[in-house]
């Protein structure tokens, strides 16, 4: 259980990683604290204006984050408030909610893609090992695979892609 967290939460590293290219000129400090700050739906914001604008200024980093954390923060405090006066049968029904807005942010970055036939692809074969591995093996397992060869396929592709345009 602590490695499958551990391999989830990996993900804050590949996201500062992917963030670093928009944020050169920043001192270490401003670069430690918007990775620290970065949540998954910032992420996928700053990513986007980053290739619009080819950098991501501290300042308006630090606004997304911190408006995200409060957020998070004020939506915990009235979620908690609010839970035990919910029926049982809608609590039921908002537990796909996480799961969808991961779907929302994931198509957000899609769509502003310029290589969505790959992501497409990378994206089919995630499915395709879930849905075989599924059932007869540990599901920290089916998402680690599915993951890692998707992603595997994906950075290949890049470089096929890369290597064509020169």
């Given at each position: 259980m602590v490695i499958s967290v551990?391999?989830?939460?990996?993900?804050?590293?590949l996201m500062s990683s992917a963030m670093s290219v928009f944020f050169r000129e920043h001192t270490t400090t401003q670069k430690i604290l918007s990775g620290l700050l970065l949540t998954d739906e910032t992420f996928g914001v700053a990513v986007q204006y980053g290739g619009a604008h080819s950098k991501v200024p501290f300042a308006w980093m630090l606004g997304i984050n911190v408006a995200a954390w409060l957020n998070w923060i004020l939506a915990c405090i009235v979620g908690a408030g609010l839970a035990s006066a919910l029926p049982p049968a809608l609590m039921e029904g908002l537990s796909f909610s996480l799961v969808?807005?991961?779907?929302?942010?994931?198509?957000m970055l899609w769509f502003a893609s310029r290589?969505?036939?790959l992501e497409t692809v990378a994206i089919a074969v995630s499915v395709l090992i879930t849905l075989f591995m599924a059932?007869?093996?540990d599901t920290s397992v089916v998402v680690i695979v599915a993951a890692s060869v998707s992603a595997t396929?994906?950075?290949?592709?890049?470089?096929?892609f890369a290597k064509g345009e020169q």
């Open positions: 551990l391999l989830v939460n990996l993900r804050y590293l969808s807005m991961f779907i929302g942010l994931v198509l290589r969505r036939l059932g007869h093996t396929l994906a950075t290949l592709g890049l470089r096929l």
